[in-house]
């Protein structure tokens, strides 16, 4: 029998209209995965049903005659921690206004973003593994509902410094990064964080240059998400208001609750948080396949440089090897000498040919629109000035 259309190739019920599309199918329910659904309305339905083994139900809601009607017929459920701040089964990436809720009447302290992150601070002093567990498989299913967000959209990253503040030439340059590679048809992936990382969603986001400076100028009255987080997210959350947003997303988000001090910027179109800092990087890194570009940073970005490196070292002749491109000349073979390294590794290796060392961002921009055509010409940067001589 073929599967409906509205049921997904795979055993993994996320949405209850493919829920109802399964329960009409004619097909045995066996080894059906329920992803975080209220199943509180298909309650009579299910108690119907006897060919239920194997079923997993992930978190969710479900009616206590149910949950026993399941358990006895040889169906698995996994329960949620009822004190945590968020859902560890979702099915969905998150949204700014999600992490933020209650940040206007009741400060950052009492929003699921900061809980989030005492849950597991608590945990780890208590030793409590079952809060492990829920954030290993909170990460899992943030990781799937990355990997569908994504889809086959060519992605571009763009890494930097979470201290680089609002009303800064770098912070506007950085914006218009986004704004370029955005209009060019890529999905702008960031660690989803302030600095740098923000200008680059915001970028991303406007849909047109006017609307963009505007930001940019509103922006600048809350430089820093220190001292308020409050202050800093509040004023965002007003300048996304009203931004007309694109059809299509533009902008990724893939921040970490391992950086405690970093609040997650609302310039996204989704955000993809984890609170394993290990598996967040290499999602960030390994969606980013046409390229990544690096603008200053510190400790963070510099190991992001070199987890980046790493695969592009040992590609094989028949690996893709995107281009990694670092701006700021002087800041990378001066202030933070990485550029060296990368030349001497790169000798003689593919990996030479796909790493650059650029002045500014708009060199950036050009380097991966050119390895990521169709371009349309019109929405390229335009031609840089030859300098003084």
């Known amino acids: 029998m073929a599967l409906p259309p509205d049921l997904p190739p795979s055993s ?5 209209t493919a829920l109802d599309a ?3 199918s004619g097909r ?32 969710g809601q479900l009616p ?6 399941l358990r006895a017929h040889g169906a698995l459920i996994f329960p949620t921690d009822p004190h945590a701040p968020i859902d560890p089964y979702r099915a969905a990436l998150y949204t700014p206004q999600e992490l933020y809720a209650g940040l206007r009447e009741r400060g950052y302290e009492a929003t699921p973003d900061y809980l989030a992150y005492e849950w597991v601070r608590d945990a780890e002093r208590q030793h409590d593994a079952f809060v492990t567990l829920l954030r290993a498989i909170h990460d899992d299913s943030v990781s799937d509902a990355l990997l569908e967000f994504v889809g086959d959209r060519p992605v571009v990253g763009v890494m930097g410094g979470h201290a680089l503040g609002r009303g800064t030439d770098g912070y506007a340059a950085a914006a218009r990064l986004g704004h370029t590679l955005a209009k060019a048809g890529l999905l702008v992936v960031t660690g989803g964080g ?27 009255a809350v430089p820093s998400f220190r001292p308020s987080v409050q202050d800093w997210a509040l004023l965002a959350l007003d300048i996304r208001d009203s931004i007309t947003p694109s059809t299509e997303p533009t902008s990724l988000g893939i921040p970490t609750w391992f950086y405690g001090h970093e609040p997650p910027n609302v310039f996204c179109d989704g955000i993809a948080k984890y609170f394993s800092n290990a598996v967040r990087e290499d999602g960030l890194l390994a969606r980013a396949t046409g390229g990544l570009i ?22 094989t002749d028949e690996t893709p090897v995107p281009p990694l491109v670092l701006v ?38 050009r380097i991966i629109c050119d390895l990521n055509p169709p371009i349309d010409p019109q929405l390229m940067p335009p031609p840089l000035t030859p300098p003084a001589r």
Request: charged share 25%; hydrophobic share 45%; with cysteine.
């Open 328 to 365: 700021g000349r002087d800041y990378w073979t001066r202030t933070v000498p990485v550029w060296p390294a990368l030349e001497a590794l790169g000798r003689d290796r593919r990996l030479g040919k796909a790493v650059h060392l650029v002045d500014t961002a708009e060199e950036a921009a």
């Open 294 to 315: 690096v603008l200053e940073g510190a400790a963070g970005t510099v190991q992001e440089i070199f987890q980046a490196v790493t695969p592009r070292y040992y590609a």
């Open 64 to 69: 206590p005659e149910l949950d026993e009607h």
């Open 28 to 59: 045995p329910l066996h080894g059906l995965r329920l992803q975080d659904l209220d199943l509180t309305a298909h309650c009579d339905q299910l108690l119907a049903r006897t060919d239920l083994e194997g079923v997993v139900v992930l978190g």
């Open 194 to 220: 302030p600095g740098a990382m923000e200008a680059a969603n915001l970028g991303a986001l406007c849909e047109n240059a006017i609307q963009l400076d505007d930001a940019l100028e509103r922006l600048a």
């Open 12 to 16: 993994e019920i996320e949405t209850l």
């Open 22 to 24: 399964a329960l009409a």
